[in-house]
């Protein structure tokens, strides 16, 4: 039979594709320095460049998860929407300023630091949202004339600038946080329940976009901006990654990674804080509504670090990251952890031994969705692997695939399977087959009796590739499976045999027939008269018939179009057609967060 061919390291882009189609978060590569973003050349990026794009930094987060019903089904309801308690402001009064472009050159920085000053006027838009409606129509023009004005100019950023810009943009976003407004104080999901909008969402998203153009202005300098920007600031920063408006924190996210990239003196700062929330999470409440986000910004971070790792980045990895598995919220913001994980290993394969290990620690036992997430996760991390790592844990590894494919949840079994469609995972399993070949085959052996036809056609091709990939060896397993079925049958006679025995002594007893007629006394159930020759009569269907095999999985691929997907909704309730367009209009402030170098 022929061998299976040895791929190389340059070999392994088309096995790491299919592993990215089916996980849903793209494989990624490191990223160079930090540059300024274009919207508009964002906005206009083919669909081939986007996706090139995607496999170069970490996987965005999802603004929406909920999946909208049909509009038939849509029922009008009340918007989820409140107001943090903002500090309203007592002369909210403003006076309609003249616009920047028409003022001469001397006074024009005298004016631009008057409409950042309006801006800072704080309006109350949910007790009495009808109220002020001229002076907040003049607050709105005033911060996008600064928006536009920051974006386009140059020079226009003095000293006098930064600590009236910052104090604006802390007015206004540094609040306290709404308890969430979940029915009866449930737990937020993300996919079920309906967002907490904030209403004063007209000002804020055009505070958030003034000082994000601030911060990318040329213009900007960190020296001059570091006595504003400090460890107080971004502490009250992450505290806003908690609210449950995800547009505000798609701004935050981008907001700090630029503030990591340009503040280096707060480097250490800001990863020590979000350990602290991880920590919090993990260990104490589990609920937060921004760890996607965080988890986004530290992809692009652990893409910059510099080689060899230190000490205290693989600390993070082992007693931060990798306990954020065992959390039962980890759909939300899975696809952002494991290329965090991936990205670790690329840098230092010799963590491959502690995270598979852990890995297979908080596997899940009970709850199956989970582990195909875990499934997902652990083809990408064989995806980077070398053959001398992977050899130190594929034992454990693959004997915890054989259980995934013995499942009767046949999502886990068939994501197990679709391992067997990657050609780097089959190259390793063929350099290892005297090693793996036995471990996984009773698994696929028993699987062929799967109560789903799909798992039937995978099940074909993993045994034709072993069968193609070493025949001796394959008959080998094949004779020892069917040897150790029929030592079981011996074991389970023998012991009805045993029962048997004592059943007759027990009758020899005087008071057998009392307990008998009580119902205290039961025979041996073990095999009924009619199993001996069945389980006789099954010694002939051992062989596996891969012609069965082979067209019951074509008679699947042949109707894989036609039946319906199978989706799980926990309800069928209305969504609010206004949350979702107001989440569907969010228009994102950079697509993609790019790596910053870390120095030593």
């Known amino acids: 039979m022929p061998n299976m061919p040895k791929l190389t390291k340059k070999d392994k882009g088309s096995g790491k594709e299919k592993s990215a189609s089916k996980s849903g978060a793209g494989k990624d590569t490191k990223d160079g320095a930090e540059n300024p973003p274009n919207d508009k050349k964002k906005t206009e990026k083919p669909a081939a460049a986007a996706a090139t794009a995607a496999e170069s930094h970490p996987p965005p987060t999802q603004i929406s998860r909920i999946n909208p019903l049909p509009e038939t089904l849509k029922l009008r309801t009340e918007r989820r929407q409140s107001s943090s308690r903002f500090n309203i402001s007592q002369n909210r009064e403003l006076q309609k300023l003249p616009l920047l472009k028409d003022t001469s050159p001397t006074e024009r920085e005298e004016l631009f630091i008057q409409k950042i000053n309006q801006g800072a006027v704080i309006f109350d838009f949910l007790k009495d949202p009808l109220s002020d409606l001229k002076y907040k129509e003049v607050k709105r023009a005033?911060?996008?004339?600064?928006?536009?004005?920051?974006?386009?100019?140059?020079?226009?950023?003095?000293?006098?600038?930064y600590p009236v810009a910052v104090q604006m943009f802390a007015t206004n976003t540094f609040r306290t946080l709404p308890p969430s407004s979940s029915l009866s104080n449930a737990e937020f999901d993300p996919e079920e329940d309906e967002p907490t909008l904030e209403a004063a969402w007209p000002h804020l998203q055009l505070v958030y976009e003034f000082f994000l153009r601030f911060l990318e202005s040329q213009d900007f300098q960190a020296n001059s901006a570091k006595k504003f920007i400090d460890q107080a600031f971004i502490l009250q920063l992450l505290d806003l990654f908690d609210t449950e408006d995800p547009r505000e924190r798609d701004f935050l996210k981008t907001i700090l990674h630029r503030i990591y990239g340009k503040f280096l003196g707060l480097r250490a700062y800001i990863r020590k804080q979000i350990n602290n929330i991880f920590y919090r999470f993990i260990f104490e409440t589990e609920k937060h509504n921004g760890i996607a986000e965080l988890l986004e910004i530290l992809g692009s971070i652990i893409n910059g670090f510099a080689l060899p790792l230190k000490e205290e980045h693989k600390v993070f990895l082992l007693k931060v990251l990798?306990?954020?598995?065992k959390v039962k919220t980890l759909n939300v913001y899975h696809p952002q952890l494991a290329y965090c994980v991936v990205q670790f290993l690329e840098k230092d394969p010799s963590l491959t031994e502690p995270v598979v290990s852990s890995l297979l620690k908080f596997w899940p036992k009970v709850h199956s969705p989970k582990e195909v997430m875990f499934l997902n996760e652990l083809e990408e991390i064989l995806d980077v692997l070398e053959p001398s790592e992977f050899q130190k844990v594929m034992v454990a590894l693959f004997r915890q695939l054989a259980k995934c494919v013995s499942s009767s949840h046949f999502q886990v079994a068939e994501r197990a399977l679709y391992y067997w469609n990657n050609d780097w995972i089959i190259s390793l399993i063929s350099e290892n087959a005297s090693t793996l070949v036995p471990l996984?085959?009773?698994?696929?052996y028993q699987s062929k009796e799967h109560w789903n036809k799909t798992i039937h056609g995978l099940i074909y091709n993993a045994l034709k590739l072993f069968m193609e990939m070493n025949q001796r060896l394959f008959d080998e397993c094949t004779q020892i499976y069917k040897t150790k079925k029929q030592t079981d049958k011996e074991k389970l006679r023998n012991r009805e045999e045993a029962w048997t025995k004592v059943l007759n002594l027990a009758k020899g007893n005087l008071q057998y027939e009392f307990f008998h007629n009580q119902g205290g006394i039961e025979g041996p159930?073990?095999?009924?008269?009619?199993d001996s020759a069945s389980g006789a009569a099954s010694d002939d269907l051992t062989d596996i018939d891969m012609e069965k095999l082979k067209a019951e999985a074509k008679e699947v691929?042949?109707?894989s179009g036609k039946e319906k997907p199978l989706l799980r909704r926990k309800s069928e309730l209305p969504h609010d057609g206004s949350t979702l367009k107001a989440l569907e209009n969010h228009k994102r402030p950079e697509a993609f967060l790019t790596?910053?170098?870390?120095s030593g």
């Open 142 to 161: 005033a911060l996008n004339e600064l928006v536009e004005y920051v974006t386009v100019n140059r020079g226009v950023i003095s000293d006098g600038v």
């Open 322 to 325: 990798l306990p954020l598995h």
């Open 440 to 444: 996984v085959f009773p698994a696929l």
């Open 525 to 530: 159930l073990l095999l009924s008269p009619d």
């Open 557 to 559: 691929q042949r109707k």
């Open 595 to 598: 790596s910053s170098k870390e």
